[in-house]
């Protein structure tokens, strides 16, 4: 049976509601008559573009060492937007330059340490809701060298942030 609540993997957390014409779920974002934007109503499915494996060294973490030494984290972010317009017009303005995103994200992870990476992690959100064509945000911050004495993959905390 079909749970309307259950959300599917990858998907931003926004609301959710049945659509009506069949059995696929779609998100509530903005739609073109509150974004003025180009489309077929509110209900619409975004678009996303991600920007996986962005590698900096940075300073966080609540140990002395980890702020003394540094070390790598990788930072992964999807962003939910609508890209219609865009590629319509085939315009860089109306979509987000994701080598200038990169460049923004590595700057806050190379910049002042944190404790935690959950609050990297939000830091990192609000650098891409800056950016006035995305709608929300999942963010996931990875630390591969995270003080664990036993053997260990990595760490990671995902967020998923959204325009209020």
Do not use: N
């Not at 059995?23 to 903005?30: A, C, G, T, Y």
């Not at 060492?65 to 790598?72: D, H, K, N, V």
């Amino acid at each position: 049976m079909h749970d309307p609540l259950r959300q599917p993997p990858g998907d931003p957390v926004i609301g959710r509601e049945e659509d009506p014409f069949g059995d696929r779920e779609r998100s509530l974002l903005p739609g073109p008559s509150e974004r003025g934007q180009r489309g077929a109503g509110p209900w619409r499915v975004p678009d996303r573009i991600s920007l996986k494996g962005l590698r900096v060294r940075g300073r966080h973490g609540v140990l002395p060492a980890e702020r003394e030494l540094g070390q790598e984290f990788v930072v992964d972010v999807v962003l939910f937007l609508d890209t219609a317009p865009a590629a319509a017009g085939d315009d860089l303005t109306l979509t987000v330059h994701y080598g200038e995103l990169a460049e923004d994200l590595a700057r806050v992870v190379a910049g002042e340490p944190v404790d935690l990476i959950e609050t990297l992690a939000q830091r990192l959100a609000d650098v891409c809701l800056a950016r006035e064509q995305v709608w929300s945000v999942e963010v996931s911050v990875h630390k591969p060298a995270a003080p664990i004495p036993l053997p260990f993959d990595d760490v990671v905390v995902t967020i998923t942030r959204s325009r209020s």
